[in-house]
């Protein structure tokens, strides 16, 4: 048993916050992120007056180019971010595979770990049913396949973008990349909408809090050596 003891402590310390995101710019990429919602709303609503009014071309232009910077600056600092946190990732899911093997080898000897395996089966089933049920309430749209064209979209707005910044001559490229990101990004926000009130009216979210937080008890009392193991 103090194999799994030892696992459980390893990812435990594991999960701890890590300074160096701060020191890589995790902070930037979270001012940036809020006012990218800010803009990206603005960035929609004079898209709506473009299309419907040639004579917002200047500011419609000049929302496109600061929206660019940010998700640019944005890009940048997630690269590095990523770079970083991928192989903390697989380290994290190696420890998180070899305490979860380790408790299925203790399950039957250990009432506390029957617990916790019940408790990640009540967590699969709340994921499992929300999933179904905001399935049903896009459906027959669907926030996945929305969000796949969302990122080709944005990919294409951002090359439109550069090649803006090299030569105006690609300003109505730009214009309509702009555009077509723009409907598929007002199509997504719409649906994440649509979730929202789901999630409102139901108690999942706080279901899966309190699981977290009896299978946490749990794993406290295993590694301080308490209980029934």
């Known amino acids: ?19 160096n995101l701060a020191k890589l710019g ?12 800010t803009v990206e709303v603005e960035y929609l609503k004079i898209c709506k007056k473009y299309k419907e009014n040639k004579d917002y071309l200047e500011v419609f232009l000049g929302i496109n180019v600061h929206l660019s ?5 944005y890009d940048e600092i997630t690269d ?4 970083y946190v991928h192989p ?9 595979f070899n305490y979860l093997k380790l408790e299925e080898k203790y399950e039957k000897s250990s009432e506390i770990l029957k617990e916790r395996k019940k408790l990640q089966e009540e967590k699969h089933r709340i994921i499992n049913r929300r999933s179904r049920e905001e399935l049903d309430v896009l459906y027959p749209q669907s926030i996945v396949s929305s969000r796949a064209e969302l990122k080709v979209a944005r990919k294409r707005f951002l090359e439109s973008y550069k090649k803006y910044l090299k030569n105006s001559k ?6 309509k990349k702009s555009v077509e990101y723009a409907d598929a990004l007002d199509k997504v926000r719409k649906l994440k909408d649509e979730i929202k009130k789901v999630r409102k009216t139901k108690l999942y979210q706080k279901m899966l809090e309190e699981n977290y937080i009896r299978y946490s008890i749990l794993e406290d009392i295993l590694i301080d050596g308490v209980g029934n193991i």
């Open 1 to 19: 048993m103090m194999d799994l003891i030892d696992a459980l402590k390893k990812a435990k310390a594991f999960r701890q916050p890590d300074e």
């Open 26 to 37: 995790s902070k930037n990429a979270h001012i940036i992120r809020q006012e990218l919602r």
């Open 69 to 73: 910077f940010l998700y640019t600056k």
């Open 80 to 83: 590095i971010l990523i770079k």
């Open 88 to 96: 903390l990732v697989l380290k994290q899911t190696k420890l998180r």
């Open 170 to 175: 690609f300003e109505n490229e730009f214009l």
